[in-house]
């Protein structure tokens, strides 16, 4: 009976500290993939213009490492554009309207032979 007792509970904890709501289908994690340290990753609406960005980065994001996007009950949409600065360099990469309530996560990588950066979304 006691291993009932506190089996009933843990669940109940377990229950009690589950988030209420699921995960933003548009929250992403991004990977860099393109073998060069990004300062700036960011994303904004269509309808905001192309000079309204916030960086989604606390630190340089270091070539295979990841970070985590999530949005705000405030954001609305699922298309959205998104800006990439390098660190070492000053070039940006832009990709507008990408739908992403399409996929989880978004792997940046770059060409040196074609000299692009692109992406893929799984």
Not at 63 to 74: G, I, P, R
């Amino acid at each position: 009976m006691k291993y009932f007792l506190s089996g009933l509970i843990a669940i109940g904890l377990a229950i009690a500290a589950a988030p209420t709501q699921a995960a933003d289908s548009r929250n992403v994690s991004v990977v860099n993939e393109t073998g060069y340290a990004i300062k700036f990753l960011g994303f904004n609406a269509p309808d905001d213009g192309m000079d309204e960005w916030d960086n989604e980065l606390d630190k340089v994001l270091q070539n295979q490492a990841s970070t985590y996007v999530e949005f705000d009950n405030d954001d609305e949409g699922c298309v959205w554009n998104i800006r990439v600065d390098w660190q070492n360099y000053d070039e940006s990469v832009l990709w507008k309207n990408v739908n992403l309530c399409k996929f989880n996560v978004l792997r940046l990588r770059y060409d040196p032979g074609t000299k692009t950066t692109s992406f893929t979304a799984e």
